[in-house]
């Protein structure tokens, strides 16, 4: 198969213990106005507030801030931050969080460029924005990816549902790295996080094309190094090492440089989101709680992938076994190290114990053409149902 891409990441990226060092220069580009978005208050805890906070004034800007952005961010508080945007009118809107921080900004950068309704028009109809406010970041946990991309994910709490979109317009103009502001992360959010780039990985490597092209390697390469990684990190939180690869990793999961030759999938994405919907779950665990059912339910349809994926990324020996029984091995390989690393295997450890709203789950979800099948909405019920 020949393929062809075009490609261009218009966010600047600046990673390293000192990275933060380059926010002046970021903040001259911009105008005199900046809204700064932060979460329920972890920043303040680490001093990461004040240290940008120093940052902003000797800048001489003028800061309204946005706190109290939560995990799986919501629409309601999303409709507040295009009020305040539009009364304070912002040149910058400045993301100092993680993923639901970063989204929350992204939403309320092309929210307040329309009078149309955000949530209706770009995660509903997913249509094009007409234009959208700066958003930089400083990101302080590594998982989603949000960071160097055009995607945006919002829950809509009163519709229960949990949609993406994604646009050029949604790149941050810049973004901040500093592994070590990711010491402080709860160990369930780092688990989470870290869960969340192996999705990432799995999303676009479990999906045709089967010919050996760069991309599968990148991604095995950038997958074995997660798994070794979380392993130094979930006993040493403090190892600058393992925790600037997986930033890194993260950033490099989902900024679209790994989907060149692949149709990609994104169905257990989908089938996530409708999970925190519903749960308010940490994204990554939501992801770990069904990935080893869900590619169990892929790998009849590619064998040869799932096969590839126990040698290449668990080093399991084929000797003696078909592709499926060594693809099988591979999916128990990956489901024993979620264990390992503590992360969910199944919904009734994410507080998800009956099967009272699954169907519902299941018929919300968004149903993408997938990488090697498309799902029913009896499948993804069946798929929450054996994970429960
Ligand atoms: O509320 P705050 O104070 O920010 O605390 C957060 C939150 O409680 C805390 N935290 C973050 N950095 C910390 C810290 N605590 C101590 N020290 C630090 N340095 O961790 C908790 C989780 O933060 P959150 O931002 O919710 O996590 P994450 O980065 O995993 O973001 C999850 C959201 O991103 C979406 C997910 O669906 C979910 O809504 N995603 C966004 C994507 C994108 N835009 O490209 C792609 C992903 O697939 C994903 O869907
Ligand atoms: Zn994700």
């Known amino acids: ?4 891409f075009s490609y261009q990441n218009p966010t600047r990226i600046h990673f390293g213990e000192n990275a933060l060092e380059n926010l002046p220069f970021e903040l001259s580009i911009f105008g005199e106005k900046v809204l700064l978005v932060y979460g329920t208050g972890s920043i303040k805890r680490t001093g990461i507030y004040d240290t940008v906070m120093e940052c902003l004034l000797k800048a001489g800007k003028t800061v ?3 706190s109290d952005v939560t995990s799986n961010p919501t629409a309601s508080k999303v409709y507040e931050g295009i009020a305040l945007s539009n009364s304070f009118q912002p040149d910058l809107i400045l993301a100092v969080g993680g993923g639901s921080v970063i989204d929350c900004a992204k939403a309320i950068a092309v929210g307040a460029c329309t009078t149309k309704d955000f949530w209706d028009t770009f995660f509903v109809k997913r249509e094009s924005p007409e234009d959208a406010l700066p958003v930089g970041v400083v990101l302080t946990m590594a998982g989603t ?8 994910v919002i829950t809509n709490e009163l519709e229960k549902k949990k949609y993406s979109t994604q646009h050029g317009y949604m790149y941050p103009v810049f973004s901040i790295l500093n592994p070590k502001y990711t010491y402080s992360v709860p160990q369930e959010q780092m688990v989470s996080g870290i869960c969340d780039i192996i999705s990432h990985l ?7 094309s089967d010919d050996d092209i760069i991309t599968d390697a990148l991604i095995e390469a950038i997958l074995k190094n997660t798994l070794s990684s979380a392993r130094i990190a979930v006993k040493d939180p ?10 890194w990793g993260a950033m490099l999961a989902l900024n679209g440089i790994l989907d060149f030759g692949k ?3 994104w169905m257990a994405h ?3 989101h409708q999970i925190g919907a519903f749960t308010a779950c940490p994204h990554g665990l939501g992801l770990s709680a069904i990935s080893a059912n869900y590619y169990r339910r892929v790998l ?3 064998p040869n992938r799932f096969a590839r994926f126990a040698t290449n990324v668990f080093g399991i020996s084929s000797e003696g076994k078909t592709e499926t029984q060594l693809g099988y091995e591979g999916i128990d390989a990956l489901e024993s190290f979620f264990k390992e690393i503590g992360a969910a295997t199944t919904l009734s450890e994410l507080g998800l114990t009956t099967e009272s709203p699954l169907r519902e789950m299941a018929n919300s979800c968004r149903r993408l053409q997938g990488g090697y099948r498309k799902w029913t909405k009896d499948e993804i019920y069946a798929l929450l149902l054996e994970s429960l």
Not at 1 to 4: A, I, K, L, P, T
Not at 238 to 247: F, G, P, V
């Open 1 to 4: 198969m020949s393929f062809e």
């Open 64 to 66: 309204k801030e946005l």
């Open 145 to 152: 990816g949000s960071e160097m991309n055009g995607g945006a």
């Open 202 to 208: 799995m999303e676009t490597y479990c999906s045709p």
């Open 238 to 247: 403090y190892n600058y090492t393992a925790r600037s690869n997986l930033m």
């Open 263 to 265: 149709m990609e999938d």
């Open 270 to 272: 989908q089938i996530e």
């Open 300 to 302: 009849p349809y590619a």
